[in-house]
């Protein structure tokens, strides 16, 4: 697979490769191997190994922050999607460690994403480890160390590659930020209902469900 590079002249600075990834804490950006180097192998290498999670952004690792209760949520509104396809078949919903590529030389990792059997000619569910597909809805529960500019560019990306619609899920302020576009959206709060719309036809569940503990629990 082609390699792809960062201009040197660009970013000649650490500071500078983070304000071009969204600002994102230094952290988080693999070294090994060096900015600009790194392929589709090293992002599963790194999986096999370490168990760590990195989106591929530029010829860039960067790893994925997401925390055990970050992880609980995703799989709450797994299991809510879930079960309305399990009635409704319309596609395939997937988890945190679903590995996408969204075009040459990106991959981005959804914490949740749906699929539409129309994606998915003959409904075959792909087996490699990164495969070239485009979710219809991507949902991303958001981390301390999300920044603005690194999710406003993951909603560039989405849309770019054609995905319709992008949830945001902030487990902070127990919202949920619906995108159709990158520049349209709507937050829908612990009061509201969040429909699928023409995505997911009939699919209707109160906000509250996405940050609802198990009943005797407390956060």
Known sequence: MA???????????????LVHLGGIPARR?????????????DVIRIHAREKRLCELI????????IGYFES???????????????KHSLGIV?????????????VRIPDVSFVSWKRLPGRHIPREPIP????????????????????ARKL????????????????????VQFFSSPAES???????RLSGGELLPGFSVPVKKFFELPKGRSS
Request: aromatic content about 6%; cysteine-free.
């Open 58 to 65: 530029d010829g860039v690792l960067v790893e994925k922050p």
């Open 186 to 192: 709507v937050t829908l709060r612990v009061g509201d």
């Open 94 to 106: 997937a988890g945190e460690s679903g590995m996408l590529r969204l075009t040459k030389g990106l």
């Open 29 to 41: 950006v693999r070294l090994r191997p060096t900015p600009g180097t790194a392929t589709e192998k």
């Open 132 to 151: 070239d597909l485009v979710p219809d809805l991507a949902i991303e529960v958001l981390s301390r160390s999300n920044t603005r500019r690194e999710m």
């Open 156 to 175: 560039d990306d989405y849309f770019a590659a054609g995905v319709h619609v992008v949830w945001f899920v902030d487990p902070r302020t127990s919202t």
């Open 3 to 17: 390699t792809v590079s960062i201009p040197r002249t660009r970013f000649s600075t650490l500071a500078d490769l």
């Open 72 to 86: 609980y949520l995703a799989g709450v509104i797994i299991q809510l999607i879930r079960n309305f396809l399990d």
